[in-house]
């Protein structure tokens, strides 16, 4: 086995691991507020990911585990660096 396979799988195994932790814990909500998404990860990347659709703000919440997707992805192919905005 490879470093970089082995490295995928640990990786894999530690976030399975850390969501059935907090699953039984059962201490986060599924949903969470907008100032709440703001100070966990940023009012611009918020206001990004809302911008171009890949989060839905439904009934002054935000879905978690949607929320946690997206910025697992950071989606950042579409972030321009100051200089060229």
């Not at 990860?41 to 911008?51: H, M």
Request: a positive charge.
């Amino acid at each position: 086995m490879e470093r970089s396979e082995l490295t995928f799988l640990l990786t894999r195994t530690a976030a399975a691991g850390a969501k059935n932790a907090l699953a039984q814990c059962d201490h986060q909500p599924d949903a969470i507020t907008k100032s709440q998404a703001y100070r966990l990860y940023g009012r611009s990347d918020i206001d990004r990911w809302l911008s171009e659709g890949l989060l839905h703000f439904n009934q002054k919440h935000f879905d978690r585990a949607q929320l946690a997707r997206v910025a697992a992805a950071s989606n950042r192919i579409t972030y321009l660096p100051v200089a060229e905005r």
